[in-house]
């Protein structure tokens, strides 16, 4: 069975960094367009950064310069590294394969905080 499973949240202080790590299925990952997305109390859920099977990666404004996307085909798995984090980086983070409409992870908390 398909899945993805999220790793590597945390509380961090403002300027800090953190590195997600999604493990995905292999027979998946090959095909899928990679992505992390999040979602802070009260808002939608918003696109972070998605990486495609060429390791084309697209960033939100909002991250874009902090964070990096990259994917690892041989292990099959996706990594975000943050840095500089922000206060308004406070959210569940998900992992994603192929889109809104393919494959979620459970989600990672991730909390900037003093």
């Known amino acids: 069975q398909a899945q993805l499973v999220e790793s590597g949240g945390g509380l961090v202080q403002p300027g800090g960094s953190l590195r997600l790590s999604c493990q995905a299925s292999?027979?998946?990952?090959?095909?899928?367009?990679m992505g992390w997305y999040r979602q802070a109390p009260g808002k939608e859920r918003e696109v972070v950064a998605t990486?495609?099977?060429?390791?084309?990666?697209n960033y939100a404004d909002y991250v874009k310069g902090r964070f990096t996307i990259s994917r690892d085909t041989n292990k099959a798995t996706v990594s975000l590294q943050m840095d500089d984090l922000k206060f308004e980086d406070t959210a569940v983070y998900y992992c994603?394969?192929?889109?809104?409409?393919?494959?979620w992870g459970r989600g990672t908390q991730v909390t900037v905080s003093p």
């Open positions: 990486i495609n099977a060429h390791n084309i990666a």
């Open positions: 994603n394969a192929a889109g809104p409409d393919g494959l």
């Open positions: 292999k027979t998946y990952f090959h095909i899928a367009i």
